[in-house]
């Protein structure tokens, strides 16, 4: 007996997800000090977690023998309050959008579950979905998963390419995915170019707007007021800005209609109290965005600079990450791993001469770059 046989037939054709690999299993299978390796492959926060965060999510563990609050009003409260207060200061006509409410807000084990959310809610076996070919690839897989079609629209000089994917909708389509920024390129649509997309968005399309690195921009779009007016979902996470990545909690901002049907597809208590109350406390916690913003524009200049004495090709970024062109990504990822730095290799996204690399600690920069170097004959 095989379990293939027993499986959904189309289960079996779906890709598993490659995450950047943890320290411990680089440091077991290379026999390396775990305490030896750095680790720039999965975007986190190189400054660790919100300190008003830890001592929150401190005191939560005195009460975890008891449930979660299911909705965990609190947390969207405190998050509706803030986006009201960032919409005011992105946008003018954003004041008379209408105001965040608690019910325009759902929660999720990461912005990964809103998507779940949403392929549950709206997308059935034989509909389309629309995305660049170079996004996020859970889009893709979470298609296959929905027995949908994926089509995947090449982008434009590393950004997506918005008249294209307008174009690829079809009478089938139902979700439009649109990473800004988008991870693994770190690039972003302009706010005009945006704009243009989402007033030409066919009625029967959800335009979902991935911005999970929203936080890392000087002029970001007024998002907010098109998921209030429009059919917008915004994807949300505390993973990156805030350094929270392993507790697993993201949102999604949408009209209260579209919220009221995601919220019958969320499993009861599917955010744990922590992961809450950590959120909750680095909502206000600015001193620690503000210093893992100024941390990852230095970091950024650090590496285009010595990027261009390799006379290597890099990508510029609007996230706290960099795309650049090694000639052999999965060759180098495999060096650096045995030099004790782990990076992303990007073959999984059809770019298989880059890898991509995280903004880390100064030091953790400078060893970076001097492996590549090292790796590269270029000392």
């Not at 609190?74 to 992105?90: C, D, E, F, M, P």
Request: glycine share 8%; charged share 20%; with cysteine.
């Amino acid at each position: 007996m095989s379990f293939q046989t027993l499986a959904n037939k189309f289960v079996c054709d779906v890709p598993v997800y490659e995450p950047g690999r943890p320290i411990e299993e680089v440091a077991r299978e290379l026999g390396l000090n775990p305490k030896a390796i750095i680790k720039l492959a999965s975007n986190e926060n190189p400054l660790g977690a919100s300190p008003k965060a830890v001592v929150a999510m401190q005191r939560a563990l005195k009460t975890a023998h008891l449930y979660p609050d299911g909705g965990g009003f609190y947390l969207r409260q405190a998050i509706a309050k803030k986006l009201n207060g960032v919409a005011r200061s992105t946008s003018l006509r954003a004041i008379s959008s209408g105001v965040v409410e608690i019910d325009n807000i759902i929660l999720g084990t990461g912005s990964n579950e809103i998507i779940e959310f949403l392929y549950h809610t709206f997308v059935a076996p034989g509909d389309e979905v629309v995305a660049g070919d170079r996004a996020f690839v859970i889009y893709m897989i979470m298609a296959k998963m929905f027995q949908a079609r994926c089509i995947e629209v090449p982008f434009k000089g590393h950004t997506h390419d918005l008249k294209a994917m307008l174009a690829a909708i079809t009478p089938k389509t139902k979700l439009v995915f649109v990473a800004n920024p988008n991870n693994p390129t770190g690039t972003r649509v302009s706010n005009g170019e945006l704009d243009w997309f989402i007033r030409r968005l066919p009625k029967h399309v959800i335009a979902v707007l991935d911005e999970a690195y929203i936080e890392f921009l000087d002029d970001p779009p007024p998002s907010i007021e098109y998921a209030m007016k429009r059919n917008v979902v915004l994807l949300r996470t505390f993973s990156k800005i805030v350094g929270l990545a392993g507790l697993r909690i993201g949102y999604g901002i949408a009209q209260k209609e579209c919220i009221g049907l995601m919220q019958r597809m969320r499993q009861p208590f599917n955010t744990n109290a922590v992961g809450q109350a950590g959120a909750l406390a680095a909502l206000s916690d600015t001193a620690h965005i503000r210093k893992t913003k100024a941390l990852t524009q230095s970091g950024l200049k650090y590496f285009y600079r010595e990027f261009e004495r390799l006379n290597l090709e890099y990508v510029p970024s609007c996230a706290n990450f960099v795309l650049v062109n090694v000639g052999d990504g999965d060759e180098v990822f495999r060096a650096l791993q045995r030099r004790g730095v782990i990076v992303r290799p990007m073959h999984g996204y059809k770019m298989p001469a880059w890898v991509r690399v995280t903004v880390g600690l100064p030091e953790e920069n400078r060893r970076f770059i001097k492996a590549l170097r090292a790796e590269l004959n270029r000392e």
